[in-house]
């Protein structure tokens, strides 16, 4: 029964931690009243081990994220958060570190709570002895449930995970329940680095307990472009060489490097943005209707699109970086990339690309995918932009192309540019839009933010968010012959002005390649959105 499993379980826990602390064995008396205390626990329990606890990206995104979910009620109410890391803390000091970056204070009982319920242990990434004392400290707030789930999240950077993922498999799964890794990028530098890597972890976990985490694809925009190609027959008949002329996806930021280009100079914005984010988003907008919505069926169309792209080309290639360019307000413009002092001097990294790639297939073929990603440009913006064929029959002259934008962020929207009378007497043609803006559509829903989503399906078991082994190797195909040329210099970045466009050269080879930008006015009380 699962009185007597919990009974079992709690007395091996409580022997363990007996002969740990030299004090007596618990009575069977002292078991069965502890058994008792947790006769009306849930059957399974959940425990969360945040690796690389008192990082950035742990501190700054992972624990508000577990905060959200918790004050959410989306993480079960008997789940277990405990920190993991080098640095010697207390959890009153993890505690601290994060209460920094938790916005949302609007419940504080609950957020007490949840700050109450944080753990954490000091421990080297490669010594096994650090990774059994975790595992005896998991056990001690486990030892209520039969059933134990565990995930893992490596909030690490890339040297350590093989030790840390070696440890966790060899003294820290759970044997009583699931265990579910997350990954972040980068995986590898190329090729043969990921296919190092991937072979490494995979001799430890099976690909469905593996979550290699791409927070492009937790943005409700991206989730949403499956939904707007395969529920709507309007887009079907269109979605083909016949009529769309090219493919932008663009992806641009308006600060620079912030005193981390040592970190960024060793990949450079194609590996950092072009190789993971862009591509997958390209995949999605170019893959055929798979069978379901299962996981596997979508990644599997989305690994044959990538299967039909070519290697990149240098000559399909533009690069730049960033120079000093001072803007009344913006301090960090008066800084260069090589101006920064943790850049190595000389270094010849881009802060910039624009690529072109192709599909060698019978829905794409010839159609330029055009992906376009930098630091320290004019605005924030992330999108997509399908652009229609020149209108055979030219009936009013003078009009332009046809164009369908998915904004991803800020301010998500789906607009349609098309061609209209303008207003009024006469029969003169203008551009006007059919506008989903989720400002004012969908006014006062909350979207939550990509990693409480992703996070969440780590959670309930689901991969279709997530990054396949195979769709990774097929990245770095396309990406790692030019990106070893472009690492020996084959390519000198073009200085651009921060708070700029990018490289002129960028604009100039796009539309060589086919696509035309036009100019376009939008109502002064949606202008601020949508430029």
Not at 483 to 500: N, Q, V
Request: net charge neutral; hydrophobic share 35%.
């Amino acid at each position: 029964t699962v009185a007597a499993l919990r009974l079992q379980t709690l007395e091996r826990h409580l022997t363990a931690m007996a002969s740990d602390f030299s004090c007596p064995l618990p009575t069977k008396e002292a078991l069965q009243r502890y058994a008792s205390e947790c006769e009306h626990a849930d059957d399974e329990m959940l425990t969360i081990v945040v690796l690389g606890a008192s990082g950035d990206l742990a501190k700054k995104k992972i624990y508000p994220v577990l905060w959200a979910l918790f004050r959410d009620g989306l993480i079960p109410k008997n789940a277990n958060i405990l920190g993991y890391a080098r640095s010697e803390l207390s959890n009153a000091d993890l505690v601290e570190h994060v209460k920094k970056y938790i916005k949302d204070k609007e419940q504080p009982a609950k957020l007490q709570e949840f700050y109450d319920g944080l753990k954490y242990v000091a421990g080297d990434y490669e010594k096994p002895e650090a990774f059994q004392k975790l595992t005896k400290e998991m056990e001690k707030v486990e030892s209520c449930s039969p059933k134990v789930n565990r995930i893992f999240y490596l909030a690490l950077p890339p040297s350590v995970f093989e030790p840390v993922t070696a440890n966790i498999h060899g003294n820290c799964m759970s044997k009583t329940g699931w265990n579910r890794v997350i990954v972040e990028k980068p995986f590898g530098r190329d090729s043969e680095t990921f296919a190092s890597l991937a072979k490494h972890i995979g001799k430890f976990f099976k690909e469905e307990e593996l979550y290699r985490i791409d927070h492009y694809l937790g943005k409700e925009m991206v989730q949403n472009l499956l939904v707007l190609r395969f529920a709507n027959r309007v887009f079907n008949p269109l979605w083909n060489r016949d009529n769309i002329q090219a493919v932008q996806i663009t992806f641009k930021e308006p600060f620079g490097t912030q005193g981390r280009g040592g970190y960024f100079d060793e990949f450079g914005i194609i590996r950092d943005v072009m190789q993971n984010h862009l591509l997958q988003v390209l995949s999605i907008v170019a893959m055929e209707q798979p069978k379901s919505t299962n996981a596997d069926d979508i990644r599997k169309e989305k690994v044959k699109v990538l299967k039909d792209i070519p290697e990149l080309k240098l000559e399909d290639v533009v690069l730049g970086q960033y120079v000093a360019n001072p803007i009344p307000g913006v301090e960090e413009s008066s800084m260069g990339y090589l101006d920064d002092k943790t850049v190595p001097k000389g270094s010849r990294t881009p802060t910039f690309a624009t690529a072109r790639l192709l599909i060698n297939n019978k829905r794409w073929k010839g159609v330029p995918f055009i992906l376009r990603c930098g630091k320290a440009l004019n605005e924030r913006k992330a999108e997509i932009r399908i652009q229609f064929k020149d209108e055979a029959a030219d009936l009013f002259p003078g009009t332009v192309r046809n164009e369908i934008v998915f904004r991803i962020q800020p301010n998500e929207a789906i607009y349609l540019k098309m061609i209209m009378k303008e207003p009024g007497m006469g029969f003169r043609t203008t551009q006007s839009e059919l506008d989903l803006s989720y400002n004012s559509r969908y006014s006062g829903w909350v979207l939550p933010d990509a990693y409480e989503r992703l996070v969440l399906d780590v959670i309930q078991g689901n991969q279709l968010h997530f990054v396949r082994s195979d769709e990774l190797a097929e990245a770095w195909r396309i990406f790692t012959p030019a990106l070893h040329k472009i690492d020996k210099g084959a390519i000198e970045p073009t200085p651009y002005p921060f708070g700029s466009r990018g490289p002129p050269e960028s604009d100039e080879v796009i539309r060589k390649w086919g696509y035309e930008y036009t100019r376009y006015e939008w109502p002064a009380d949606v202008a601020k959105d949508k430029q």
